[in-house]
Every structure is written in structure tokens, then in C-alpha cells.
């Protein structure tokens, strides 16, 4: 495995900024670590930043460290009890693909995260999430490693720290665990999660399937939101806000109309995406910055944004709901500074 030099990253982040790699490596397999971290011994301070399809990353300026692309690959059936089935991917492979690879075995528990762009490796991240479906509904175990001492361990689902768009790896030890490969549990006797808006609409009264769930969400996601190879963007560019049940209710007062979902740890979520649309940043750009037309959620690159561009146009989004709501809007993609 060679380590290179200056390698442009425009192809590997969805937003297509055109930024570099001070050092960059494809790992294929996990033998190649070897050469890795005998190679790191002689830059023992130099940062690493693991890559998966970099749909969820904002760099703002190049990386001064070491760029590690996961790029192992494995797709297999690993064990089956009376009511689950045990699969295991390998951290490289596609998000969607592995989605559409477990329907095809006929097995269910996935469809609902159906083309999400992205890597295996990159789901557990921040429990990918979507129709009423995160990652820890399906998730078993997966398999990490220690950048620091090159351990190999297995973090079940409770070690794993899932929670909206969070995870142990994402918060607690960032940038500490190569994911390698992640096992899901998935039920032979699958729950259907079908209330999200388009889907009835699409099944037609039809009897559910996971092929035909997938199909639906892949039929709503491509018609809200913009394909990266056409538009730059990394889908929802800020977190839903999670509140107390009587900030809720005083915010209640004032805005009446307010979309709020209850949780069960007591929490409300808001949607961050009425919240900016509240101040009519849909479809607003400065230079080649903006948000997308069909959904202020998405922050899109029109063509030449920087990074630098696209963080200052974010931030005027976070002050305006700050002053307007008096609510703090996080980023959900990982901002590279
Ligand atoms: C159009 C669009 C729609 C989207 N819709 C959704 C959605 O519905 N729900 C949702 O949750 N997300 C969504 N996303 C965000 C994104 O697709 C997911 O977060 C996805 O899991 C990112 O995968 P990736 O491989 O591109 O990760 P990257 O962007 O490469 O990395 C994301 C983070 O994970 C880390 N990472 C990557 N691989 C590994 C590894 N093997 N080991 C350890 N750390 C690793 C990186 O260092 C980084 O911190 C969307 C993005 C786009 C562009």
C-alpha cells in the first residue's frame, strides 16, 4: 500500500470542493494497516482523517494530515436464529448497495435507508437515520480499529452509544476507531415502517415489501433532494433541534404552527428545517453558497463555493435562527477546519 502525496479530494467529498490530502492511503485490507502504522511511527502528531464516501464532511480548508479512504470490502451471511439474520459488511461498500444486496437475500430491516449516500463503514457514525428508521434499529456489532495501538475490538450496540445522529465514535473518541465492518441484526419477520409521507401514496394499497419500500424511499429522496453528482451537498446540513418539554412550550406561545415531535426520553425535536425556511432562506445564495430550492435544509454548491464560502453561509443561517428562535443549530456533516 503506498502512501501519496498531495492528493486532490475534489472526486471524494460530495460537495466537489476542490481541496487537497497531505498524505493520503486507500486501505483494501486490513493487512495493510501494517505498513500504515509503521509509516505513522515516523509522524507520530500528524492527524488522521477517515474517508468513506465523503458525503458527510465540510472541509473548510485542505487536510495537513493523513487521508485514510476505507475501502474494505465484504458482503456475507454470517448466522441466523429463530427470529434474526446475522449479515456482515465490510466498512468500504456501499451504503445503498448493501441495502439492495440484503433485499435481494430476502432479507428485510434496511429498506427504510434506502439511498443514503455513503459506506458501511461511515452508517454507525453519527446512526444514520431516516423514515423512522436509524441504523441501531438493525444494528448487531461491529468490528473497530485502535488507531493508537492498533487493537482490533467489538463494540456491541449499547457500547456503541447511538443516539439522533450521534455515536460513541462521533463524540466520544473521535477520530480513534477505524470502523472495518458492521453486523446487522435483521428480522425474519419484519416491522414495516410506512407512515412517512409519499410512502402510502406509492404502495398503493399494495401488500408491503422491503423491495417495495426501498423503492418508494429512493422514488421521495429523488425527488426532494439533489443528486451530489449534479449539485454539491452533503443532504441535511443541520441537526433537528432536540429541546426540554418547557422550552417547548414557551416557544409554543409565539409560534403556534411550530412542528415539535415528543421523545421518549422527554425531549422535543423541532425541525430545523421550518426553522430556516421561517426566515426564508430557501433557495437563497451568495456567490455559488446557497441552500437548495426544494429544501432549506440542504446547503448545495452551485459550482465554485469554497469551503470557506459554504461555512460563512452556514454560519449566517445559525445566527439569524439564534437571534429570530433563540435556538442553536448544529451542523450534522463533521466540518474539517
Ligand atoms: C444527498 C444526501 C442525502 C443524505 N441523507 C441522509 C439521511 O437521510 N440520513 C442520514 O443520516 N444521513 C444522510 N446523509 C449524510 C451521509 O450520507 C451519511 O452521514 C453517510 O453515512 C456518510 O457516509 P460517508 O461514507 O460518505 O462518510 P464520510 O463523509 O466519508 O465520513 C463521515 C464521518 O464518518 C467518519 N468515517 C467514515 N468512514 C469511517 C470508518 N470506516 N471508520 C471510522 N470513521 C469513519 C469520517 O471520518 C467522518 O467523521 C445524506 C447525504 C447526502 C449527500
Known amino acids: 500500500m503506498k502512501i501519496l502525496e498531495n492528493i486532490s479530494l475534489k472526486s471524494l467529498n460530495s460537495f466537489g470542493l476542490d481541496v487537497k490530502a497531505r498524505y493520503f492511503c486507500t486501505l483494501a485490507t486490513l493487512g495493510g494497516l501494517r505498513t500504515v502504522l509503521q509509516w505513522r511511527k515516523t509522524y507520530p502528531d500528524l492527524p488522521v482523517l477517515f474517508l468513506g464516501g ?40 456501499n451504503w445503498h448497495e448493501t441495502v439492495r444486496w440484503a433485499i435481494e437475500q430476502g432479507y428485510a430491516g434496511l429498506e427504510n435507508l434506502s439511498l443514503i449516500p455513503g459506506t458501511v463503514g461511515a452508517a454507525p457514525m453519527q446512526n444514520i437515520g431516516a423514515y423512522g428508521v436509524e441504523l441501531k434499529d438493525c444494528f448487531h456489532e461491529l468490528l473497530a480499529l485502535d488507531w493508537q495501538t492498533a487493537e482490533l475490538r467489538h463494540f456491541s450496540l449499547e457500547a456503541c452509544q447511538f443516539a439522533y445522529r450521534d455515536s460513541y465514535f462521533k463524540s466520544i473518541e473521535p477520530n480513534r476507531w477505524l470502523i472495518a465492518s458492521v453486523t ?22 399494495q401488500e408491503p415489501s422491503a423491495r417495495l419500500i426501498s423503492d418508494a424511499i429512493m422514488a421521495i429522496r429523488q425527488a426532494k433532494l439533489p443528486d451530489p453528482a449534479v449539485l454539491g451537498n452533503a443532504g441535511s446540513f443541520f441537526k433537528n433541534p432536540l429541546i426540554s418539554a418547557e422550552h417547548y412550550a414557551q416557544l409554543k406561545v409565539t409560534y403556534p404552527n411550530m412542528p415539535a415531535w415528543p421523545q421518549a426520553d422527554g425531549l422535543v425535536k423541532l425541525s430545523a428545517g421550518w426553522l430556516i425556511d421561517q426566515l426564508g432562506w430557501k433557495g437563497k445564495r451568495v456567490k455559488d453558497a446557497g441552500t437548495y430550492e426544494k429544501h432549506a435544509l440542504v446547503l448545495v454548491n452551485h459550482g465554485t463555493a469554497t469551503g470557506t464560502e459554504l461555512w460563512a453561509f452556514a454560519q449566517e443561517i445559525i445566527q439569524s435562527v439564534q437571534v429570530r428562535f433563540g435556538l442553536a443549530l448544529e451542523p450534522e456533516p463533521r466540518v474539517i477546519e
Open 54 to 93: 465523503g458525503s458527510n464532511m465540510l472541509f473548510v480548508s485542505d487536510f495537513r494530515g493523513l487521508v485514510v479512504k476505507v475501502a474494505l470490502r465484504e458482503r456475507s451471511v454470517l448466522a441466523e436464529d429463530q427470529d434474526y439474520v446475522y449479515v456482515r459488511a465490510g466498512a468500504g461498500e
Open 184 to 205: 446487522f441484526r435483521l428480522p425474519k419477520k419484519p416491522v414495516w415502517h410506512l407512515d412517512y409521507a409519499g410512502v402510502p401514496e406509492y404502495l398503493k394499497g
